[in-house]
């Protein structure tokens, strides 16, 4: 029992002193007369209640799945080693992936129970270099997908892509069209009021 205890204070002494090094979190001991890994603690597990009752779980996993992985992969093409160029770039594809497949299965997430703490492991998983899991992924099962779909992809992108201009070039000529109209209503309009 003295060495569970023991190691509990030990670790809790190492947790303290790496909290030591966040001034935000000496600010908020001091105020709330607290003990900062406390704090920290109390976070964690206020954040876990949250994301298994489903309450800001969205949103939390959106940050989680974007924010790291956006910076990390602006550091990767700021240096010069572009091995993690290649990490980032499998990972968002992995993403992209999971994106589409859960556009179209969203309904069926209601009913998942704690569905926002699997996909939350989940982005941790795939994106940590620790674990690699997004290239393991790409290696074992999205790669071969792709490249037997290549052509189809490419094919449904060209003609999304001329599908786009010419919406596009119908929605420019509709706005040119009632801006003209709206210019020549609006010059009557002034001509009738002099």
């Known amino acids: 029992m003295d060495t569970a205890i023991n190691l509990v204070k030990e670790n809790r002494a ?3 002193a790496k909290l030591d090094q ?3 979190l000496k600010e908020a001991e001091a105020t709330t007369k607290v003990p900062k890994e406390f704090l920290v ?3 964690c597990a206020l954040l876990l209640v949250l994301l298994f009752f489903g309450i800001g779980a969205g949103a939390l996993c959106s940050i989680v799945g974007f924010v790291y992985p956006a910076y990390k992969s602006f550091e990767a093409i700021e240096s010069k080693n572009r091995g993690d160029d290649t990490q980032w770039l499998i990972y968002w594809v992995v ?3 999971f994106s589409i497949v859960e556009v179209f299965i969203d309904f069926l997430v209601y009913w998942i129970p704690f569905y926002y ?3 939350l492991a989940f982005l941790l998983w ?3 270099p620790q674990t690699k899991g997004a290239k393991h992924l790409y290696d074992t099962f999205l ?3 792709l490249k037997q779909n290549e052509s189809k992809i490419d094919a449904a992108l060209a003609d999304a892509k001329k599908s ?3 919406v596009a070039s119908e929605a420019s000529a509709a706005t040119s069209e009632a801006v003209s109209a709206a210019m020549s209503t609006s010059g009557t309009e002034s001509k009738k009021d002099d």
Request: hydrophobic share 65%.
């Open 143 to 145: 790669r071969d997908i």
């Open 95 to 97: 993403y992209a992936f």
């Open 14 to 16: 190492i947790l303290r």
């Open 126 to 128: 795939a994106m940590l």
């Open 117 to 119: 703490a699997f996909k």
């Open 164 to 166: 786009a201009g010419q």
């Open 22 to 24: 966040i001034p935000a």
């Open 41 to 43: 603690l109390a976070a």
